[in-house]
């Protein structure tokens, strides 16, 4: 997947990057020193942006090895440990964005306390009529505004349908907004 990430960045589409992007393989959780001598500092990064495993252990496999382990949390204290280490690496009043399953929203709020607030939460329901099956978190480090829920993200229509956000996100052009002033 790093190998991947490398190959996309050298893409001549991705040239406005210019060097302020880079790939790092590291165990996140692995504690500061690992994440420090791949060049991940504590306090350094305005942004993080992840979509860490996030299928309960024990639960819907992937036949595929490497993709088993990369969607499934291996402990029960993981989202936990996960959401700590980002917050490390964010620098005061840096910007969380997640990705996660909406079961895990009470472990995303447990582990958010005392160290994010401003949450602002976006429901993604595959159709209007069927619950949510992500939920799209974006929190800023060590802020005590108010918890929000924006309206949620729709994919498709009733029948089917892409909607234009569904089909935006489809092809790589969407953009969605959480209301965040920085």
């Known amino acids: 997947m790093a190998d991947l990430a490398r190959s996309s960045l050298a893409l001549p589409a991705n040239a406005a990057f210019g060097g ?33 495993p ?14 088993q382990a990369a969607r499934s949390m291996p402990e029960p204290d993981f989202l936990q440990r996960w959401l700590a280490a980002a917050s490390a690496l964010l620098e005061p009043g840096g ?8 079961d895990s929203l009470q472990a995303v709020l447990d582990a958010a306390t005392n160290r994010y607030g ?31 829920i924006l309206p949620p993200v729709v994919l498709a229509d009733a029948q089917g349908r892409a909607t234009p956000m569904g089909a935006a996100i489809g ?11 920085r």
């Open 171 to 181: 092809d790589g052009r969407a953009a969605i907004d959480f209301e965040i002033a």
């Open 20 to 52: 302020r992007l880079a790939v790092a393989e590291v165990d996140l959780l692995a504690g500061r020193t690992a994440r420090e001598a791949a060049g991940l500092f504590d306090g350094a990064f305005q942004t993080v942006l992840t979509n860490p």
């Open 118 to 148: 401003d949450i602002r939460l976006r429901p993604v329901h595959p159709r209007p009529e069927r619950p949510a099956s992500r939920i799209l978190l974006a929190a800023r480090r060590g802020s005590k505004a108010p918890f929000q």
């Open 95 to 102: 910007l969380l964005l997640l990705v996660a399953r909406p």
């Open 54 to 67: 996030f299928h309960p252990a024990g639960g819907r496999a992937s036949p595929e090895p490497s993709r």
